[in-house]
């Protein structure tokens, strides 16, 4: 056991929602579903509820399966922990919670009819962050961010446009607008 003193929990706050995540997820089967439609998906429901607010924010820790789970998962593990160490573990959960929020209500209001769930709208965030992190000097644009823009964000424009599927490609850009915002702000550039 000597071994496990060497593991450290380098990225709390992507580790614990990636935990989390994992565990609403195994609820879910165990629950064959109806704990994520309770309060890991969002839509529109009576305001008057409870759990209209808890889904608002907890939609971003239900998946649809394991292949959901575990795509959203892999980039966010691949980009969230450079950017945490970068921004600092407040700033990240803030950026989280803020995605969460904003695509949650956008979904309530636009989309009436669909349920929302999935980390894919921070996955974005955090995507479209991380081609401005390495910017420096006031003012620039970083190439990076353009392309990953234009690829990312014009796949998903794309994709809406022509591709039928309950994927919610309103969410991913989004999310990518919400990481350039913070982008700019964190690194001073607004």
Not at 3 to 30: R, W
Not at 62 to 84: A, I, K, Q, R, T
Not at 91 to 96: D, P
């Amino acid at each position: 056991m000597d071994y496990l003193k060497n593991i450290k929990y380098n990225s709390p706050a992507i580790l614990t929602f990636v935990f989390i995540s994992f565990g609403v997820l195994l609820l879910g089967y165990l629950t064959k579903d109806a704990s994520t439609r309770l309060c890991f998906s969002v839509y529109r429901s009576s305001p008057l509820s409870p759990f209209t607010y808890i889904r608002l924010f907890g939609h971003v820790l239900g998946h649809s399966g394991w292949n959901h789970f575990s795509g959203n998962m892999m980039m966010l593990l691949l980009v969230g922990p450079l950017l945490e160490e970068k921004y600092g573990t407040q700033n990240i959960v803030f950026i989280m919670l803020v995605t969460a929020f904003v695509t949650g209500i956008i979904n309530v209001i636009f989309f009436p009819n669909s349920a929302l769930l999935g980390a894919s709208g921070i996955v974005f965030a955090f995507i479209l962050l991380s081609s401005i992190t390495s910017s420096s000097g006031t003012g620039t644009i970083p190439l990076t961010l353009i392309i990953i823009a234009v690829i990312y964000i014009g796949g998903q424009i794309m994709d809406g446009l022509f591709i039928r599927d309950n994927i919610s490609n309103l969410t991913h850009i989004i999310g990518g607008v919400i990481g350039c915002i913070f982008g700019y702000i964190l690194n001073g550039k607004m």
